[in-house]
């Protein structure tokens, strides 16, 4: 059977999902967005410019690949919703990424407005991929309040820390009956596979390779690292031993 990724009924081939912010110009996200190999990618609504061919949204158009507008810069259950309700209008779709801040220093989300925003945009019918903090029993309330994918962060935004608390990511990716997002943090391919091995669905980057040296070199990186780390969990990993075990029986071994 094909492995694939499924939300609000729409099929996605590829689990790793791209950003958009931080490229230094139109042709090097359009070739890290190919070599990326996405489907899907968020963009912040403040980049809409209606009725431009040159806009961002011509480029995904161009190539099949969807939007998924974001609240960035929201730091107020209010101030999401209305720049929601903006996004659905200027782009068509119910589909957004819920960001709630705290502050601007540490980006993190605020737990309170999160659940707060959450609950009323899927009142309002939007498909809620909610960002969140490492906090599985947050996960299992965003998703109680009907969310459709929850997007706990490895590190903080922007950071390349990788995942900081794997054990809280095994657990919300264990306990979820809906996508985890692996969102934030992620530094080099390594951390998107970890993310994959330890049960989580995708992953969502965007610095890692729009600020990378050679970000359409890296996008590749992504795309196979995340291949990989998918095939890995689904394969099961062999149990840690403190001891050696030999590959290969001892018996018939020449003796002298």
Same mark, same amino acid.
């Given at each position: ?27 090097? !996200? ?5 070599? /990326? ?18 806009? !961002? ?9 969807? &939007?998924? &507008?974001?609240?960035?810069?929201? $730091? ?5 919703? !209305? ?7 200027? %782009? ?18 605020? &737990?309170?407005?999160? %659940? ?9 019918? $939007? ?10 029993? !947050? ?5 109680? %309040? ?14 390349? +820390? ?19 997002? +692996? ?38 990186? $992504? ?21 050696? +075990?030999?590959? /290969? ?6 003796? $002298?």
């Amino acid at each position: 059977m094909e492995d694939v990724l499924q939300i609000d009924g729409v099929t996605l081939g590829s689990r790793l999902i791209m950003g958009t912010g931080g490229a230094s110009n139109r042709q090097v !996200l359009t070739d890290a967005l190919l070599a /990326s190999g996405t489907e899907l990618t968020t963009v912040a609504l403040r980049r809409h410019h209606a009725g431009s061919d040159s806009s !961002l949204f011509q480029l995904l158009a161009e190539h099949s690949i969807r &939007p998924l &507008p974001n609240t960035a810069g929201c $730091f107020t259950v209010r101030e999401a919703v !209305l720049t929601a309700e903006l996004a659905r209008e200027a %782009l068509e779709t119910h589909w957004l990424k819920l960001e709630v801040i705290a502050d601007q220093d540490s980006l993190l989300p605020d &737990p309170p407005e999160l %659940l707060e925003a959450a609950e009323e945009l899927v009142r309002r019918g $939007f498909v809620v991929f909610a960002y969140s903090n490492d906090d599985p029993v !947050l996960a299992r309330r965003l998703e109680d %309040l009907g969310v459709a994918a929850v997007m706990p962060l490895g590190s903080p935004i922007g950071s390349g +820390l990788g995942i900081l608390n794997p054990h809280n990511i095994a657990q919300i990716a264990e306990r979820a009956s809906i996508p985890v997002i +692996l969102d934030a943090g992620i530094g080099t391919a390594s951390d998107a596979s970890l993310a994959m091995e330890l049960g989580c669905d995708a992953v969502l980057l965007a610095s890692a390779v729009t600020r990378a040296e050679n970000p359409a070199r890296m996008a590749a990186a $992504f795309r196979h690292a995340v291949i990989a780390g998918r095939l890995a969990a689904l394969s099961g990993r062999i149990p840690r031993r403190q001891q050696a +075990l030999a590959s /290969s029986s001892m018996l018939g071994r020449v003796e $002298f």
